[in-house]
């Protein structure tokens, strides 16, 4: 390889890094590599910003418009309430569940479909006394599932069309991947019917009460100075034994007491931290003596009106800063009273915590937080903390009416998808079913920049020889097996890539080696480039390669190798099938 190769394969090498150990956010990184790479004069201008003229970003800012008003107008919520009707059997509740998910996964925007079953799930978990921990990853997984349907199914699908068409070639057709994707969809949900309830540990969410690993959330309260506690021995003040949290620790000025013994004494100021179930904050705070650390930001909400939510932090500002450094009290009109993070225990103060993408926070709010904050993306997902409300309905079938405009006009191909997409995001606008803040404020600009700014480092890739380079190593290694040996190659290293990166980056960084692979067999480009969309879209082994499981992991009180515990049977499946079908379908 020449030298800019070698740089190239640097930068990637750094973008993976950064990415993998989440340093910077994804945008930021990829938007850096590809500047980088830019005034290091290995791209010119045209092929750095090419991204931000492709029909790509401006197809999925469209349908993120579009799915945000399936939101507001509340449809997804009497469909999933019905799914749930007169089912007692958990496998029955995981089937009348995910193959409509997945099917509606196929047209809908999966982050947006995610967001909006959960909270619905949580509380039909919560009223049947299921643990949540055996649905939301497979609601997350049937809508990865169904996004391989269908080329606007996910951005990944929509970002490979639009480097189809940058390479001179032919565009994704809106079913052009369902004769493989359909049967992979399938046969994954039936999979994940059979061996979820077996794979999935009943882990219990923040919101459960389960004893030891389920104490997940941590709570600040302090002594009151003078008050009945102060002065009195841990036991006698009846911390010891409360039901469903536990006293880690005690702050005693510069000074950390843990463990905590029965017989040690409480003074006025004491900041105890606590673990545990979620709703036994409120008996923590009916406590006479103990007040919250964060009193005098309650004080400071309306007093009448408020309400529990627990709240998962998006990709917004929030992820990276601390509550001082957000002012997260002033900016939402909310107090956070406990964090949860999967995986660890939260040992500073609230105030000191740097948050992260996929941490649940207990806030404390007025009735009317969700419907101010659920539509921005500072926050994933807004559950209230007993029960989920039913969305009001706004122009409903108005909704309803465009979506199927929208796949008429593009199945039939009156429109292509870029003004079918544009056009539909337009009309729900013009109808109302949607305000222009409400538009804005579902276009997430860091996965547009994301996406736009990745089409400059897979210029590189493949101008600088590296695609080529990568190319003729798969040949070397697979050349034996022959051109599905090199397609298995191509999934293999997709399916690697999207785990340590992310699926639109993984997407763009192997297209121009699937291209370069199939050049150099002398092979249809086609199938190669199939592949690396299917394989970057199913990504099921950690939280990290689809933000739909990062929105799960916490929420449903989940390791990281649970990921793997039930995603590697699904891989396997899926790769296995694509080796199959592909040639199929897309002969070689």
Known sequence: MELQAWITLGVVVLLIVAMARELVQPAVAMFAATMLLFLLGIIDAE??????????????????????????????????????????????????????????????????????????????????????????????????????????????????????????MEPLALFELTPVGLPIAITGCLLLVLIGPWLLPDRGSARDDVEGTGRDFTVTMRVTAGGPLDGRDVERAGLRHLQGVFLVEIARGSRTIAPVAPDEILEGGDELTFVGRVDQVVDLQRIRGLESSENRQINALATGGLAFYEVVVGGGELAGATLKESGFRARYDAAVLAIHRAGYRIDAKLGDVRLRLGDTLLVLGDVRFRQRWRNRPDFLVIAPLRGTPPATPRKAWIVVAIGIGFLVATASGLLPILQASILAALLVLVSGALTPRQARDAIDLNLIVLIAAAFGLGAAVEATGLAAAGAELVTTVMGPVGPIGALAAVIVATVIITELLSNNAAAVLLFPVAVATAATLGADPRPFVIAVTLSASLSFLSPIGYQTNMLVYALGGYRFTDFARLGAPLTLLCVALQLVLIPLVFPL
């Open 47 to 168: 092929e750095a910003f090419a991204g931000f003229s492709n029909e790509a970003p401006f197809i999925i800012a469209a349908l993120l418009v579009f799915a945000r008003a399936v939101d507001v107008a509340g449809i997804m919520q009497p469909v999933v309430d019905a799914l749930f009707s007169r089912v007692s059997s958990t496998r029955l509740l995981l089937a009348r569940l995910l193959l409509p998910l997945t099917g509606i996964s196929a047209f809908l925007n999966n982050t947006t479909l995610v967001a909006m079953t959960v909270p619905a799930v949580m509380e039909m978990a919560s009223r049947r006394r299921l643990a949540t921990s055996r649905f939301l990853m497979p609601v997350s997984f049937a809508a990865v599932l169904g996004g391989v349907i269908t080329t606007v199914g996910t951005s990944t699908n929509l970002t490979v069309s639009g480097l189809l068409r940058e390479a001179e």
